[in-house]
């Protein structure tokens, strides 16, 4: 019998949740999960948004796609999100660790080093950091029970390397000056390190974890930062977001079987240097 390399990236039959799946990355995430043939679960602490992303890609991929409402830095919130996935779509196969956050103040966020409120810290500490481990912790101990799944972690290129300031100059972000804050590179450090112990913890256990890391997305920043950001990348461009989701597809598909404990920079090369 011939075998079907293409259909090592076949997700039918599985079930897939993203957290953060209303976000700018998490909702191309979840379109291409459902395009290969996931069941999706949307997850969000915005519940509107998340139904708007389950929506569309019902429309476009007549896949089963659903939205669910959690905060990821809740114990008790991730423990009913299991719940009420587990009821609608069944065992979680591929928990696609997404959501981060900026605070809601963003002042507060994209402040100095010298001026950086330790509560805002914890604050995004809890999400990005806090958040991810809850959300394994419990998905990936009934992966473990039934012996296979796949977490795929979303870092960043700053929890690889530090940013360079002198991008900044100049530049904003949906008309305000920006900057990436010290909490942010830190919590992304933070989750390499946690992917490669969870990868060693369960992989007796068939469960496979991965860090999956962005470079810079287009997302709204201006022209000065664009140029001045793509002039640091090889292939001489920031990403557009459906950049990232092929490398999401590999970790989450039967393609990546053999992988685990490792870090995917999808980044034009920026590490390279």
């Known amino acids: 019998m011939t075998y079907s390399y293409r259909r090592q990236f076949d997700l039918a039959g599985k079930t897939a949740l993203v957290t953060g799946g209303g976000g700018i990355l998490g909702r191309h995430f979840v379109a291409a999960l459902a395009e290969h043939g996931a069941k999706v679960a949307v997850v969000d602490l915005d519940g509107g948004q998340?139904?708007?992303?389950?929506?569309?890609?019902?429309?476009?991929?007549?896949?089963?796609?659903?939205?669910?409402?959690?905060?990821?830095?809740?114990?008790?919130?991730?423990?009913?999100?299991?719940?009420?996935?587990?009821?609608?779509?069944?065992?979680?196969?591929?928990?696609?660790?997404?959501?981060?956050?900026?605070?809601?103040?963003?002042?507060?966020?994209?402040?100095?080093?010298?001026?950086?409120?330790?509560?805002?810290?914890?604050?995004?500490?809890?999400?990005?950091?806090?958040?991810?481990?809850?959300?394994?912790q419990r998905f990936g101990a009934g992966m473990a029970e039934r012996g296979h799944g796949s977490i795929i972690q979303t870092a960043s290129i700053y929890g690889m390397l530090a940013p360079d300031q002198r991008i900044y100059e100049g530049s904003s972000y949906r008309g305000r000056a920006i900057n990436t804050p010290a909490v942010y590179t830190a919590s992304k450090a933070g989750v390499i390190g946690l992917t490669r112990h969870l990868a060693t913890y369960w992989g007796h256990a068939g469960?496979?974890?991965?860090?999956?890391?962005?470079?810079?997305?287009?997302?709204?920043?201006?022209?000065?930062?664009?140029?001045?950001?793509?002039?640091?990348?090889?292939?001489?461009?920031?990403?557009?977001?459906?950049?990232?989701?092929?490398?999401?597809?590999?970790?989450?598909?039967?393609?990546?079987?053999?992988?685990?404990?490792?870090?995917i920079a999808v980044d034009g090369g920026l590490s390279a240097w």
């Open 207 to 263: 469960v496979r974890v991965n860090t999956l890391t962005p470079g810079g997305v287009e997302s709204g920043q201006n022209e000065e930062f664009s140029r001045r950001y793509s002039a640091r990348i090889p292939l001489g461009r920031m990403a557009e977001a459906e950049d990232i989701t092929g490398a999401a597809v590999f970790l989450a598909s039967d393609a990546s079987r053999y992988v685990t404990g490792q870090n």
């Open 50 to 136: 998340a139904e708007a992303v389950a929506e569309q890609t019902r429309h476009n991929y007549g896949a089963t796609v659903e939205a669910f409402v959690a905060d990821v830095a809740d114990k008790a919130s991730v423990q009913h999100l299991q719940d009420q996935v587990e009821a609608n779509l069944g065992p979680v196969d591929v928990l696609l660790n997404n959501a981060a956050t900026k605070t809601a103040n963003l002042e507060n966020f994209f402040a100095s080093v010298e001026d950086f409120d330790i509560e805002v810290w914890h604050e995004i500490m809890s999400v990005n950091l806090d958040g991810m481990f809850l959300m394994a």
